[in-house]
């Protein structure tokens, strides 16, 4: 059975992050985005440092899909 077939719903915020590092793996990164978002909106007080990581990680992901290697544009 392939990955994409299963579903998988979270439900506490550290899942959410768990999923969101699983997807990163995998480079599905719109994916892993959303469950980064949904981590950090699920976070509450006690749960701080998983909403700063999973905001972190989405930060990460972004210089990733927007890195631009300077050097092998110009000849």
């Known amino acids: 059975m392939k990955k ?3 579903e998988i719903t979270p439900g506490s ?3 959410w992050y768990d999923l ?3 997807l990163m793996r995998e480079t599905r990164f719109g ?3 959303n469950a980064f978002n949904r ?3 699920l976070a509450s007080c006690e ?3 998983i909403k700063k990581k ?3 990680s989405i930060g990460v992901i972004r210089e990733i899909i927007g890195f ?6 110009n000849p």
């Open 4 to 6: 994409e077939n299963i």
């Open 20 to 22: 969101g590092v699983s």
């Open 68 to 73: 631009v290697n300077k050097d092998l544009m």
């Open 39 to 41: 981590a950090a909106e």
């Open 13 to 15: 915020a550290s899942e």
């Open 54 to 56: 999973s905001l972190a």
């Open 31 to 33: 994916d892993a985005i």
């Open 47 to 49: 749960l701080d440092d």
